[in-house]
T-cell receptor, first 113, second 114 residues
Framework: DQQVKQNSPSLSVQEGRISILNCDYTNSMFDYFLWYKKYPAEGPTFLISISSIKDKNEDGRFTVFLNKSAKHLSLHIVPSQPGDSAVYFCAAPSNSGNTPLVFGKGTRLSVIA | SAVISQKPSRDICQRGTSLTIQCQVDSQVTMMFWYRQQPGQSLTLIATANQGSEATYESGFVIDKFPISRPNLTFSTLTVSNMSPEDSSIYLC???????????FGPGTRLTVT
């Protein structure tokens, strides 16, 4: 049973517009969430994170929103750039402390110039 | 952040053979993990590589198929044994530094089994 779900396998956005990537989770014990970006032939790279004590975290063009009651988070990228084209994974620690992350299936973002 | 290298970067192997993948980190790290990403799928945890003791495997993965070594705090190997085409995947080494939720990943090893 997938604890972290990304229901949109792909998303296409025009350059300069906002990209919104969504993620749902089932485990109410999750208290920290991370987004990773993956280019072809490279490993995933950490992008941004959010603790469950916050509902928003912003870093430049990237903002993550957390809605705990809905068990939903989203990643906003604005303005979107062609270099943002990649697969984005939502993740959460499987347990507290130094435990491995569980990942969603990813959403492939294509930013069209 | 830790810099992670993996060898080989890719390989094409015949059914029934074994391949050992190496993961080298440029600093001592708390935790090391091995993941697999099958085509179109998520990153699936294979096991946690424990320094000086047997790895901890996730459900569906066994030591006979995926033996793992971690002789020190900067190095680990994953062997994919008796390969079949279903083992064709990207295999990724990942680490945690200190007390952190963030994991860092190597570039991956793309394995194709024919």
């Amino acid at each position: 049973d997938q604890q972290v779900k990304q229901n949109s396998p792909s998303l296409s956005v025009q350059e300069g517009r906002i990209s919104i990537l969504n993620c749902d989770y089932t485990n109410s014990m999750f208290d920290y969430f991370l987004w990773y970006k993956k280019y072809p032939a490279e490993g995933p790279t950490f992008l941004i994170s959010i603790s469950s004590i916050k509902d928003k975290n912003e870093d430049g063009r990237f903002t993550v929103f957390l809605n705990k009651s809905a068990k939903h988070l989203s990643l906003h990228i604005v303005p979107s750039q062609p270099g943002d084209s990649a697969v984005y994974f939502c993740a959460a620690p499987s347990n507290s402390g130094n435990t491995p992350l569980v990942f969603g299936k990813g959403t492939r973002l294509s930013v069209i110039a | 952040s830790a810099v992670i290298s993996q060898k080989p970067s890719r390989d094409i192997c015949q059914r029934g053979t074994s391949l050992t993948i190496q993961c080298q980190v440029d600093s001592q790290v708390t935790m090391m993990f091995w993941y697999r990403q099958q085509p179109g799928q998520s990153l699936t945890l294979i096991a946690t590589a424990n320094q000086g003791s047997e790895a901890t495997y996730e459900s569906g993965f066994v030591i006979d198929k995926f033996p793992i070594s971690r002789p020190n705090l900067t190095f680990s190997t994953l062997t994919v044994s008796n390969m079949s085409p279903e083992d064709s995947s990207i295999y990724l080494c990942s680490v945690i530094e200190g007390l952190s939720y963030e994991q860092y990943f190597g570039p991956g090893t793309r394995l194709t089994v024919t």
